[in-house]
């Protein structure tokens, strides 16, 4: 019998009792709902049925039962030995008795001596080397652990059975729980299911959505028996009912709600613009008709101050407020005055536009009397086209002649590169001469932003890729919204960047050099410009090399502007002028070159990039180290804006490179080919 630890299990007899009776209650009392009911078994019955069962708990039983025999039998060695003969043989009774007297039994050994011996035989051995007692000692012993083991083995399945007891009814709770999940998520798969096949938007609806007008639009949404038009009136009547009645719990003013959720969940228009502009008597009788019939959610008729015959809440006076009962204008605190163009509500007045200094199809000019110049882009998305880059230096021209200092400010984005459908169109006309035109015009704009002989600031929100990236890094000062998205993005249709960008990441890389070794860094802006990658806010675009460290980060976009025109009138009061462009650029040449391309190997050969990847990465490589010259050669900004243009119109001429511009112009995503 061994007295090591036993293994602490839970006996499957325990485990199958305890499920077996849970089963046995469950099928006794049917439910009308699936979930199974609690096993309606105690602890103690559960204990009693487990101890009953073949368990460690009844083997040490039978080795205790072993033990006391065995201490048993020792005892009765010290005692003596008894016998007796038992070889008797029965004999009939003798003959010649008198008739009717009783004849007795006879017994005689059976072999006919015995008779003699004693009836009774006592035999013993003395103990004399205590063997005896050594044996009695031992079975003792073994019988007191024998009886530990079991009050061990009985604790361990008592515990045992607890754990089981208390685990299933755990797993019971636990299993009703996810029975009543995967009712719910059954019961929202069949909604969803309902409502992606119900997705589709009705024709009607669609063809009434179209309508650009406010007025016409809600008025056939609330005519149409279409339900969707039904559902989408409602949810504009219960807005336009709620904000009406609360407006005075709410907001300071209408503006105020507007706003909110023009913020806050990213309406064109808030909700009072939405009724002003659908015309505001009559969808205040629309809402009172569908008060009086019970259609919408609440019955609580709508404010007096609603049906007093304005036409809105919002006008060149302010807003109105129905805690006060008039018109509130905007704040006048000083730090609203911060934000030059700030966003309106319809009826408001805009703000002034300033003075126009000239305005043609690509730019518009114009100052507000401080003798700060800001040019702001018209072209869609603020795309750099031929247009765009005549009228920016056109606007540096009239800048150094007129003005102490030149702000490139509009409403988000900055610019999102080059136009690309203006350029393809050169492409397939085969007109490469006024492709590489344009691109030495890009450059020499960007020159002239980075060289003026005025303070040149980009106020910059939103996306700036591509050439809107290079104009960010040429111009002297560049003020950021912190939700900026900066890169150098061309790779993604099949160019690289040749508006200065490469040129300038090189130079800084030279910059950034620490003990005199600039590769790291070159392969650092390499990964970058290869991979088109776009910082993530504009404080991440300083990490990546987009921003200078003088560069201005601010939180409010609203006052972008602002900020943008007391940094060029600072750099103007301090008679700030550019730095000389430097003549000497130390490049990683050819063994730089080698370098990255085995890197770009690598990628290629794991199926990383394209063959096309691999060209397009391979010249980036090539502009970014210099050329093909030896390590540590000097050169200028010329020598690498040559080899960006030549690069950038090589890379143009090809077909693959054209696929992919016209698939980003279809589809707006990049094309891998």
């Not at 199974?36 to 080795?63: C, K």
């Not at 807003?319 to 309106?344: D, I």
């Not at 919204?481 to 690289?496: F, P």
Request: charge should be neutral; aromatic fraction near 8%; hydrophobic fraction near 45%.
């Amino acid at each position: 019998m061994s007295n090591g630890p036993r293994p602490k299990v839970v006996p499957l007899a325990v485990l199958l009792v305890l499920v077996c009776v849970a089963s046995t209650s469950q099928a006794q009392n049917p439910s009308p709902s699936p979930t199974p009911q609690t096993p309606a078994l105690s602890l103690d019955e559960a204990l009693r049925l487990a101890n009953a069962q073949a368990s460690t708990f009844q083997t040490a039983l039978l080795n205790e039962r072993v033990a006391a025999e065995d201490v048993r039998q020792a005892r009765a060695a010290f005692l003596p030995k008894i016998s007796t003969p038992l070889s008797y043989i029965y004999t009939s009774p003798a003959l010649g008795l008198p008739p009717g007297e009783p004849r007795g039994p006879s017994f005689v050994t059976s072999d006919g001596i015995g008779v003699y011996d004693a009836l009774v035989n006592v035999s013993g051995d003395f103990d004399i080397a205590g063997r005896l007692r050594a044996t009695l000692a031992r079975n003792r012993a073994l019988l007191a652990a024998a009886h530990a083991g079991a009050k061990v083995a009985r604790r361990e399945l008592a515990q045992a059975v607890i754990e089981a007891y208390y685990g299933l009814a755990l797993a019971d709770a636990q299993l009703r729980a996810a029975e009543q999940n995967l009712a719910a998520a059954e019961e929202f798969e069949r909604i969803t299911s309902l409502l992606f096949s119900a997705g589709e938007v009705a024709a009607e609806v669609e063809e009434i959505l179209r309508q650009k007008n406010p007025a016409d639009q809600l008025a056939k949404l609330r005519a149409s028996s279409n339900p969707q038009a039904q559902f989408l009136w409602a949810i504009f009547r219960d807005v336009f009912h709620y904000v009406a009645v609360h407006l005075g719990d709410i907001a300071h003013s209408a503006r105020d709600v507007d706003f909110a959720i023009r913020w806050g969940f990213g309406w064109a228009r808030g909700p009072f613009e939405l009724w002003q502009a659908a015309g505001w008597q009559q969808v205040a009788k629309w809402i009172e008709e569908d008060i009086a019939a019970g259609k919408t959610m609440a019955k609580a008729p709508l404010p007096r101050w609603v049906t007093d015959g304005r036409q809105g809440v919002h006008s060149p006076e302010g807003s109105y407020s129905a805690e006060t009962g008039r018109m509130v204008p905007r704040s006048k605190l000083p730090v609203y005055a911060r934000q030059l163009f700030p966003e309106t509500v319809i009826g408001e007045k805009p703000a002034d536009r300033g003075t126009t200094i000239f305005e043609d199809d690509g730019v518009r000019m114009w100052h507000q009397g401080d003798r700060i110049a800001i040019v702001s882009f018209k072209s869609k998305m603020h795309s750099l086209g031929t247009e765009v880059l005549l009228g920016l230096n056109r606007a540096i021209d009239e800048a150094e002649k007129h003005f102490d200092a030149l702000v490139i400010w509009h409403e988000a984005p900055f610019a999102v590169g080059a136009n690309l459908k203006a350029a393809l169109e050169s492409l397939k006309a085969g007109q490469f001469d006024e492709f590489e035109k344009m691109v030495a015009l890009f450059q020499q704009t960007s020159q002239r932003l980075k060289y003026s002989l005025v303070p040149t600031v980009a106020a910059v929100e939103g996306m700036a890729l591509g050439g809107g990236c290079e104009f960010v890094m040429h111009s002297q000062r560049a003020v950021v919204a912190l939700e900026s998205y900066i890169g150098l993005v061309e790779v993604g249709v099949g160019l690289l960047p040749a508006g200065g960008g490469l040129k300038e990441m090189a130079g800084r890389a030279q910059a950034w050099a620490k003990g005199g070794d600039a590769f790291p860094e070159i392969a650092r802006v390499f990964k970058q410009a290869a991979m088109g990658e776009v910082s993530k806010s504009a404080e991440n675009a300083r990490e990546m090399g987009y921003l200078k460290a003088s560069d201005i980060v601010i939180f409010n976009p609203a006052e972008l502007l602002f900020v943008a025109k007391q940094q060029a009138r600072a750099m103007a009061d301090a008679a700030v002028r550019p730095a000389l462009a430097p003549a000497q650029i130390a490049v990683a040449g050819d063994t730089g070159i080698a370098t990255l391309k085995m890197m770009l190997v690598n990628m290629k050969e794991g199926g990383f990039i394209s063959d096309h990847d691999y060209e397009i990465s391979s010249r980036i490589a090539e502009i970014l180290c210099g050329g093909e010259v030896e390590p540590g050669s000097i050169v200028d900004e010329k020598w690498l804006l040559d080899l960006e243009r030549r690069h950038f119109v090589a890379l143009a001429k090809t077909p693959k490179t054209q696929e992919r511009i016209e698939h980003m112009l279809k589809t707006g995503k990049p094309l891998r080919n």
